[in-house]
């Protein structure tokens, strides 16, 4: 069964610091999708990234950036100086293809504070 | 214009209570979701729906009874609502089932049941 574990509950920084959320998952499918989503506190959530299986590229964009390693079944993401802004629950989740259905799993989420 | 969008934003009810809860997209899209979201922040799969039919249903209680009047309406009617249905529930769409469509989702109704 699929399963995302997002170990860190609660992260607190002060500004201007990095910061790297993880994320580990488990799935039985070769081929898979992994997202990460923002929950800031007004409670949307807003989508930050999507990267398939086939795809160990890491990603920057902006001060955001994210490492996908299969080897380690991990995708994590990293703030680079981070702002106030920032801060909110972020969820990495799993789509897996040969579901059938794109049901997205998410993890349990970490909450990011940024102190200013 | 809003992509998804749920009505209402709060609901505030009695157990025992019959509500429902709409969702509806402007996107074109083949596929609608439901999500719940617990006080603990943790999101979870309710159903799924392309094309109007249902796909998935996530062990969800029948009292949870979803409906699509068309591909672009995914209602939500919970029957004899319990304490423990209080909770964010979240609407999405994708374009289809296939994995990995990005899923929009509307702005989520938060459900307090007294």
């Known amino acids: 069964a699929q399963k995302v574990t997002q170990a860190q509950t609660e992260i607190s920084v002060v500004e201007k610091e990095d910061v790297t959320l993880d994320c580990v998952y488990e799935t039985r499918d070769t081929t898979y999708y992994l997202f990460w989503y923002k929950q800031p506190p007004s409670g949307e959530l807003v989508f930050l990234i999507r990267r398939n299986s086939f795809d160990e590229q890491n990603e920057i964009s902006g001060r955001y950036s994210w490492n996908f390693q299969k080897s380690t079944s991990s995708f994590n993401f990293t703030i680079t100086a981070s702002q106030v802004v920032d801060s909110a629950v972020y969820f990495c989740a799993l789509s897996e293809v040969l579901s059938g259905a794109n049901n997205l799993f998410f993890g349990t989420g970490t909450r990011l504070t940024v102190i200013p | 214009d809003t992509a998804v969008s749920q009505t209402p934003k709060y609901l505030v009810t009695q157990m025992g209570n019959d509500k429902s809860i709409k969702c509806e997209q402007n996107?074109?899209?083949?596929?609608m979701y439901w999500y719940k979201q617990d006080s603990k922040k943790f999101l979870k799969i309710m159903f799924s729906?392309?094309?109007?039919?249902?796909?998935i249903n996530e062990t969800v209680p029948n009292r949870f009874s979803p409906k699509s009047p068309d591909k672009a309406h995914l209602n939500l009617h919970i029957n004899s609502l319990e304490l423990g249905d209080s909770a964010v529930y979240f609407c999405a769409s994708s374009q289809d089932l296939r994995g990995g469509n990005e899923q929009f989702f509307g702005p989520g109704t938060r459900l307090t049941v007294l």
């Open positions: 996107l074109g899209h083949d596929t």
């Open positions: 729906y392309n094309n109007k039919e249902l796909i």
